[in-house]
């Protein structure tokens, strides 16, 4: 008797499945039937997010940032682009009532990506953390049938920003390599930081002062979320599974002392799938 085939994933599933794999383990709880929409709204996410991994000059990530605003107005309009991530999320918008304005937000956000400077200062990184993922968490209440509105609106964005501070934080040796860091200049100065020495990736104590100022900042807005976790309802915990998982990540960044090119955080964390596991089935996120 022939094995039985492997279920294929739908291209958007797939794609969050390799290049957005926390996510991923969050829709896993979400309800069957809003799986696939959760999917395309991450896919979307990613598309939009990787645009300055992809080109060559800033100019070429307009240009592509555009075509992605264009895709938003068609979908809008009822003439959605044929393109595997544009309609499947063109379907989602019409079944769930997504807010165009938050899809074209997160869209408006990457612009920041384009310019390799790092932030100014700590308030640049939250508003950078803020508009480049909170969008995506109310999006996906949405997506849920939890309209973002009082408190599940001022937890949406405490998540979000809490949960891309988390990832900056992950990302600095992958952008470091790219002659590239989010570091606010400020703090940088403030505690004798080197951007050069951070490009070569060589451990410094400057660094994980800044690090920790970033992640105390990032905690502070888990803490200000989880506060009000009671307003919300059950079915919100799939969109807010990511303030675990940003809670785990710096979690280990403190056990490495806060330097966030220590070694020991690359290697996979093989108890976060269960972590995740335990808030979703428990609710506190």
């Avoid at 009532?97 to 869209?107: P, S, Y």
């Amino acid at each position: 008797m022939a094995p039985s085939a492997q279920p294929t994933l739908s291209y958007c599933l797939e794609t969050v499945r390799r290049q957005d794999p926390d996510r991923f383990l969050t829709l896993l709880f979400a309800p069957a039937d809003r799986r696939e929409d959760l999917a395309a709204l991450y896919a979307f996410n990613h598309e939009v997010a990787k645009t300055r991994e992809v080109v060559t000059e800033p100019m070429l990530g307009q240009i592509r940032l555009q075509w992605w605003r264009d895709s938003i107005a068609g979908i809008y309009e009822g003439e959605p682009r044929r393109h595997e991530v544009v309609q499947p999320l063109a379907q989602a918008a019409q079944r769930h009532g997504l807010d165009r304005a938050q899809l074209e937000l997160l869209v408006d956000a990457r612009e920041a990506d384009m310019d390799d400077a790092a932030p100014a200062d700590l308030a640049c990184l939250v508003s950078y953390a803020e508009v480049t993922s909170a969008p995506l968490v109310r999006l996906a209440l949405q997506t849920l049938g939890v309209q973002p509105e009082g408190a599940a609106a001022t937890v949406a964005a405490h998540v979000g920003r809490g949960w891309a501070l988390a990832g900056i934080l992950r990302a600095v040796p992958f952008l470091a390599r790219a002659h590239r860091s989010r570091m606010p200049a400020d703090l940088m100065r403030k505690h004798g930081a080197d951007e050069a020495q951070l490009f070569e990736l060589k451990p410094q104590p400057g660094l994980t002062v800044v690090a920790k100022e970033i992640a105390d900042a990032a905690r502070a807005e888990l803490t200000a979320a989880r506060r009000l976790r009671g307003q919300l309802p059950r079915t919100a915990v799939p969109a807010l599974l990511p303030a675990r998982l940003a809670s785990l990540s710096l979690d280990r960044l403190a056990k490495a002392g806060h330097d966030p090119l220590a070694r020991e955080l690359l290697r996979p964390d093989g108890l976060r799938a269960a972590r995740l596991a335990w808030a979703a089935l428990s609710g506190r996120w």
